[in-house]
């Protein structure tokens, strides 16, 4: 079978839209992947890995131990803005506008609040503060935007927050593209592959640069982020996203 054919085969659900080259995807793993390291560094919470705040979450439970605020509130919040996230892409949609390029805004000025109220003054971190707990959830709700505008908005792009099941999808399609099977499969393994180990490589830098800079400026690191959000928002206007828009009706 020509890999023509296998395309035509290719399901939906797996193919990436004309907006969502591997770059797109590859920076914003970066960004989730130095939003995380740092917010656990300096909040002792995840933003984007919500599953690792359960676990914490637990961990205190069966300690007997008092949990912060912020990570209390983290799991109702990221859950609340992706239920919002799917209202507003709808509400996008009706009216014939494709959601990514408002998303990646969205998650900009997210982490741009994060950074103001955290990051900016430099100041020690206060854990109780007002600031900290309010920068702490916008980091989340950022997180939980480009959660949402990677199934909304980049339909078949791998997740950018959560590598667990991209390491195994990898692992797994590269026994396939190895091991045989139809001609069909071994395309599609090699695609989806192709599309998954940017996204692995992109969290794994992201995690790295992160550390690396919260050691030297502490939770002033946060602009890395902000910078990478901008840098994908910027990244945005070289697709043509209004090629995936919905048909009018």
Known sequence: MSPQTATQQYPESMRLPL????????????IAGSADVIS?????????????????????VVAGEAADLGLILSVPIFIAVLCLMRLLVAGLEAVHIHSLRPLLLLQLVLLGGAFVCCGASGQPLNQTAISTVVGSELA???????????????????STTVMTTNVTRFVIDIGDVLLGGSPADRFQARRRAQ???PVILGFTIG???GAACFAIVGLKSLGLPVGLALLVLIVSFTANPDAERPPQK
């Open 40 to 60: 656990f560094l300096g909040f002792g919470m995840f933003t984007a890995h919500i599953t690792g705040n359960l676990v914490i979450l637990a961990a205190h």
């Open 140 to 158: 989340v709700a950022a997180m939980a935007v480009q959660a949402a505008l990677v199934q909304l908005s980049l339909k078949g792009a791998p």
């Open 207 to 209: 995690a790295g640069l």
């Open 19 to 30: 907006s969502g080259t591997c770059i797109i995807p590859a920076i914003l793993s970066v």
């Open 195 to 197: 599309h998954t180990w």
